[in-house]
């Protein structure tokens, strides 16, 4: 419950399994108390261990078998939810797991030195990102007494906005084979943290999107310090510019993958880009100082490139991409969304040239017609996605121009293609047998004629996106046959009904993600057959669904994958729901309950006493108190996002306590502009240090739905 | 530009607008005009001259001190224009009086000098002196009487060309030709002409240039001005080709020239298709090249020198006076000229097997001194840089101290990208972190890191739940009891920088020395350089 390998979801269903878990401190102090009596094995092999015994005798199999026996009953649990239950309950298997864990995800502050100790054997990733109110002192700490992390090589502080340079120096001075770092979203970090990593001259892949203090002075010491680098994200580094990628591409020569995006870089770096001869993977998203003449240099260039995307860089057009696909013929993806409205023949024919190699094409906001997707279709055989939202002239005609050639085809995106019509569905499933996506949001004229079709012809089909379609239930009963749906929108189809979700609950037991957004038809009943069939749901919203009840909510309540609820609005429920909810639901990480007007303290000291993994909570617009909001910030440890508008019973004090109660995990924070004035400026100076962002909103209370 | 050109050229533009606000004022055709310069010249203006040099006038009041516009109000009675006043002149006759003038000023630069030197000897004994002085102030009065004299010769001969195109500019002319020659009359005056010239000079091209600019509005003032303009960018031409290769805007300073020095590298001239010329070492270090015939005063340039000669009476204020002089000459088809150092061995000198020819004097000049002569500018802010050519000491002390860029070889830069090419250049350099800004972060982040701490404790206080916290925290808590005065913001602030030593010795405690939370500011970079 205080890690998880892979998802965390996998811990509350572990939790459920093992007799005394409902307390985490419990079951953490008891291999912490057991660590400190048995020094275990720092310098452990194999041949020890076998002879090895568990001091206490216990009647358990398990304590008679060797430890390497151990790991591998350990390999042959698929389920990391059963693996934790058998190091749960034996202590043999927590050894073996510790010698052959791999990765390693920690949700608690608290729980990171022991983690890190247990573990820190075969450890090769880290995953600090959910882990809340981390800091320099406490993560150097905890390596400390992990005693090296040698065999680390990624490591993800993504959103770890208490680390700097302090905490990542000595991190990485204890992994000497890191190979990854993810520092993405730390929004502090700048060039001492970025030349902190250069001192880990070994990094591959390196992720800095949004550490807005980073300046070509840190990109530079980055580059000189790790010239093996291969991936490279500093997306929305504001700061790097012209001078630091130029540099960039003559010292890290094995770059692979680039990511610009929003960077105020101009053409001159695409010619310093055009040298590094093993770039296959370029992103410049929304790049507008980026022209066709910057384009022109990577015609010339030497790369290698397999995949460019320059959608959103308004001063590109056709020209430059057809230069581009004039220098690389191997080209895989192509993403020019929203750049250039045309699609004029050179390009069309320049697709010709590399018709053995595209397999994605995005070319969202295009005026595009029927004539222009036949030599699409004509040229590109072998194409996998095809991205078409908010294209204009989109109709079913296109579609079975494309879609004739194209059997490959795996997600077809038409977003907003209002032409479209059930004919083109049939198009697609009548050709398209291995259609695993299908976005078709506000296509209004679609119906279960089209989707019959889909349903009974693509069995493949994982994601389908009907938000604003206006399907009814028969739609769903048609889709239902797709038995592996794993993500559902269904937002703003007011005609859905229980009917049709029972549907989709009985077949679609796959289901991970269910967006039942204004679905004002679905009730209870709906919600017992989703809960009942959709047994790994994780994400559930139901939004407006204003016929909800308390009762709906105690059938989720057995959905222990469940991750992500979002309620808004739902005006009858009561805080017994949100309780049954949070009983049930051990693993909610995300809870939104925003003008859910009968939701109270009481359902806010349920979730502070069961939900110990919530992360972000929407509790504006409730009737809560000084009291359960203080219980609530203060309690949960994870709790990382809080969104406090018009909360009219609480008090400046109540905010004042319970943020200050909460300030060093909090990273964003969602208030009422007013209070900017009426809380005490030490508190706000605390949150800014901590690199906690708040966002200020000047709404009007309006209330109802 | 520097700032003060710069400063000198905003409030001509700004007293040019003002003037257009109060043309009524200034139109008034019965209101006696009078102006008057820093050389104490006075340019009389008669009533009708409705639009005399206001730039300069305001120029000169705000550059200088009023004092002189009320001395010249007063000293120099308006002289009735000779505008209409054709005379012929004998240009041999003028020649042979200005080399008599030239010799009489080589004598006052000898007694000068010898007054120099005597001062140098006898520093101490003031009576010799105050005799000394009064002895060659007696020389030079007879010396300058004889120059005005001279002087007086000369005046008849002016010719304006100017006055039949234009009625404006024949105003103006009528201004610049005014005679001053009366105000030439003491050795006093004469060193304030010496004193002032250049800056005038330079402030005439600035307001030229602010005419330029202002010129484009509509009213019939402006036109005048636009005229007046036109002159002024004839001015201008003079000035720029009296450089003889109009290389340089800027006729007083010798910065921006700098880079012809090498700038004939580009141009390949076949060897003998250019005059090479080779001046002698003294005659490339003289100070001046340029000498007033009349005053004796020496000037870098020769656009200088007419400008300053204007001073001297009506005859230099042609157009034809004004003009490049070899300009006249280049009707026929005249020989480039190129020129060599006179230092033996150089590249630029002749007898080099690869000679490059310098293109112009100046760039001989800079050439010679920058390779040739010792270094005696120092820098006076870092005491280091030394520089032949005392334009370079100014560029150079305009950046110097501001080397913000550092490579971890220790070389400063000026300039980021100078930095980064580099260290594009150069394996395992990497550029440093501005010391500034490290010990910034460095602040900033200790006061996070007590932050951090006090939110420990104040985590401790909230902690509902109850649940156990870690030995390293708890160890922390130890560290720094006072930081459960966070809760005030007054106390917030206290921690900042108050506890700021204990939290480091309790992170020593549990980390040893794999984690400190020293500010290692520079000293960490000056190692980390030292084993580059």
Known sequence: ?705 | MDPKRRRILESTTKSCAQMVGDRSRNFNPGQPFIQCNTTNLCYGGKPEQTFPEFPLDTENQSLYQPEHEVKGANQFKPIPNVNNAILDWDPRLVLSNLSFLEQKIHQVQDIVRSISNQEGQFSNRANAMVAQQQLVTADLTSIIIQLISMAGSLLPSVKNTLVSTNPSVGHLGSIVGAQTSSGINGGQQQNEVMRMEVPKASAYDDLIEGFNGDGNEGSELINGLKSHGNEGDELIKCLKSSEGEGTESVPVEDHDVKDCDDGVDGENLPPGSYEVLQLEKEEILAPHTHFCTICGKGFKRDANLRMHMRGHGDEYKTPAALAKPNKEASSEPALIKRYSCPFVGCKRNKEHKKFQPLKTILCVKNHYKRSHCDKSFICSRCNTKKFSVIADLKTHEKHCGRDKWLCSCGTTFSRKDKLFGHVALFQGHTPILAVDETKVSGISDQVRGNEVMNGIVGSMDYNFAGSTLDDVQILNDRGVDDGRGCFSPMNFDACNFGGLDEFPRSAFEVSESSFSFLPSGSSGFIQRSGEN
């Open chain 1, 1 to 705: 419950m205080l890690c998880s390998a892979g998802i965390p979801a996998s811990t509350p269903s572990s939790a459920s399994s093992t007799p005394s878990s409902p307390s985490p401190t419990s079951s953490l102090s008891r291999p912490e108390k057991r660590r400190k009596t048995a020094a275990l094995f720092p310098n452990y092999s194999p041949g020890k261990v076998t002879t090895m015994r568990n001091p206490q005798p216990s009647d358990s199999i398990l304590t008679v078998l060797p430890v390497d026996l151990l790991v591998q009953i350990l390999d042959r649990l698929p389920d990391t939810g059963d693996r934790k239950s058998c190091r749960l309950v034996s202590r043999g298997f927590l050894r073996a797991e510790a010698l052959r864990r791999r990765a390693l995800r920690v949700l608690r502050r608290e729980a990171l030195p022991s983690l890190l100790r247990r573990y820190s054997f075969a450890l090769e990733s880290l995953d600090l990102s959910p882990c809340p109110a981390l800091d320099d002192a406490a993560l150097a700490a905890a390596v400390h007494t992990s005693g090296g992390l040698r065999t680390l090589k990624t490591l993800c502080l993504a959103r770890a906005t208490g680390i700097g340079w302090r905490g990542l120096e000595a991190l990485l001075a204890a992994c000497p084979r890191l190979e990854a770092v993810d520092l993405s979203y730390c929004v502090g970090v700048g060039d001492r943290e970025a030349a902190a990593l250069a001192a880990a001259g070994g990094l591959r892949e390196v992720r800095l999107d949004k550490c807005l203090g980073i300046t070509d002075v840190g990109l530079a010491k980055l580059a000189v310090g790790c010239p093996v680098i291969e991936t490279l994200g500093i997306k929305w580094c504001m700061e790097i510019s012209d001078l630091g990628i130029d540099l960039l591409s003559k010292k890290c020569r094995d770059l692979k993958v680039l990511d610009l995006s929003y960077l105020k870089v101009t053409n001159f770096c695409l010619q310093s880009i055009s040298c590094l001869g093993k770039l296959e993977d370029l992103t410049m998203v929304g790049c507008s100082q980026i022209s066709d003449e910057g384009l022109r240099f990577l015609k010339n260039g030497s790369n290698s490139l397999r995949s460019i995307d320059v959608s959103r860089c308004s001063n590109v057009s056709t020209l430059g991409l057809v230069s581009v696909i004039e220098g690389h013929k191997c080209l895989q993806k192509i993403n020019a969304g929203d750049c250039f409205p045309e699609l004029v023949p050179p390009f069309l024919t320049m697709l010709g040239d590399i018709r053995h190699t595209l397999k994605v094409l995005k070319i969202d906001g295009f005026h595009v017609s029927a004539s222009s997707f036949w030599i699409i279709g004509m040229d590109c055989k072998h194409l996998e996605e095809i991205g078409l939202a908010k294209c204009k002239g989109v109709t079913d005609q296109c579609i079975s121009e494309l879609v004739t050639h194209c059997p490959g085809l795996r997600t077809v995106d038409l977003t907003c293609c209002h032409l479209v019509t059930d004919n083109a569905l049939i198009a697609i499933a009548d050709h398209c047998k291995r259609l695993e996506c299908l976005l078709s949001e506000s296509c209004s004229l679609i119906s279960e004629k089209g989707l019959d079709r889909i349903g009974t012809c693509c069995s493949d089909l994982k994601e389908v996106d009907l938000t604003d379609c206006h399907i009814n239930d028969t739609a769903l009963k048609c889709l239902s046959r797709c038995s592996e749906l794993t993500m559902l929108k269904l937002g703003l189809c007011p005609n859905i009904s229980d009917k049709g979700l029972f549907h989709i609950g009985s077949n679609c037991r796959k289901l991970l993600e269910l967006d039942l957004y204004r679905c004002t038809g679905a009730t209870d009943g709906g919600l017992a057959a989703i809960a009942a069939g959709c047994k790994n749901l994780k994400k559930l919203n139901m939004c407006y669904c204003t016929q909800i009840t308390d009762e709906g909510l105690k059938h989720l309540s057995c959905l222990k994958e469940l991750l992500d609820l979002e309620m808004r609005g739902l005006v009858h429920i009561t805080s017994a729901g949100i309780a049954a909810i949070a009983f049930g639901c051990r693993s909610l990480v995300e809870l939104d309950v925003k003008r859910c007007y009968s939701v109270d303290d009481a359902s806010l000291w349920a979730l502070a006493q069961y939900s110990k993994n919530l992360r972000q909570i929407n509790i504006s617009y409730c009737p809560v108190t000084d009291m359960g909001l203080c219980k609530l910030l203060g309690t949960l440890r994870c709790l990382q996002d809080a969104k406090l508008v018009h909360l009219m019973r609480v008090s400046i004090e109540g905010y004042e306590l319970a943020l200050r109660a909460s300030w060093d995990r909090l990273k964003k924070l969602k208030l009422l502009g007013g209070l900017r004035h009426f809380l005490s400026p030490g508190l706000l100076q605390m949150l800014k240090a901590r690199g906690c962002r708040i966002r200020w909103v000047d709404k009007p209370l309006v209330l109802g739905v």
